[in-house]
């Protein structure tokens, strides 16, 4: 959930240096727990602050998961979000150091993330549209295994998947539920989407698919009164959907920084052989 190739699923671009010699204006922004209101207080009492819509940068403290509201956060503005990590994975967030702070945002690598944009029709034929920086995911309701027809750019590829959901994970999300559910780790330059069955039935031995990032991708569900499917774009959950669409949105983008010794892309290739 990059390389210099602007043609790729995350373009990098320059340092925040290459913007010119003003130092940028900071906003800091934490989790809702002590220590990183506390790092919060304290970087804001020596580096000054504004507030998130003056900011140049946007520092983010918390985990994973609050790196990723954030990021949902500056949707509207693209600021970029500098994190670091007072939570407890932090795979995404550089480390946390109150000491050169200017310095470090100054000299951070900006990498820009396409998210995948989402549209859920429910029974009522409502549209509900939201948008996903780690995956989109399809889970049943109730007791019962959901049934979902699976059709990428218009052709049906899965008739029937009896499953308790599937998911389409970017790259940048591909280390997080993705991978619980024992779908692949995508480089983050790979131009690929994974999709993943969570807890496949029929076809029993199916592991999911690898799509290029243009795919576009429709989940119909099956018997929908019967095995009633909710669908969640990272932080949005629509109930009761009959159909899904899914592509990347490459019309919109967010902006991480990352220290350049923080190297994401080392990162995840680690990751794939983690013990």
Known sequence: MLTNDASRHHDRTEPLTGRGTALPALAFVAADTPEACAARDRLAERYGQVPPHEADVIVALGGDGFLLETLHRTLGRRTPVFGMNRG????LLN???EDGLIERVMRAQKFTLHPLRMTATTVTGEQIEALAINEV???RETRQAAKLCISIDGIARMPELICDG???ATPAG???YNLSTYGPILPLGSQILAL????AFRPRRWRGALLPHSARITFGILEAAKRPVSAVADFTEVRDVVR??????????????TDPEHNLEERILKEQFMP
Request: charged share 20%; proline share 3%; with cysteine.
């Open 174 to 176: 591909s280390t997080a």
């Open 137 to 139: 995911s399809l889970l």
């Open 196 to 199: 993943t069955p969570i807890s």
């Open 244 to 257: 899904v669409d899914v592509f990347e949105d490459r019309d919109v983008a967010l902006t991480l920084l």
């Open 166 to 168: 599937c998911l389409v």
């Open 95 to 97: 480390e946390y150091d």
């Open 88 to 91: 407890s994975v932090g795979f």
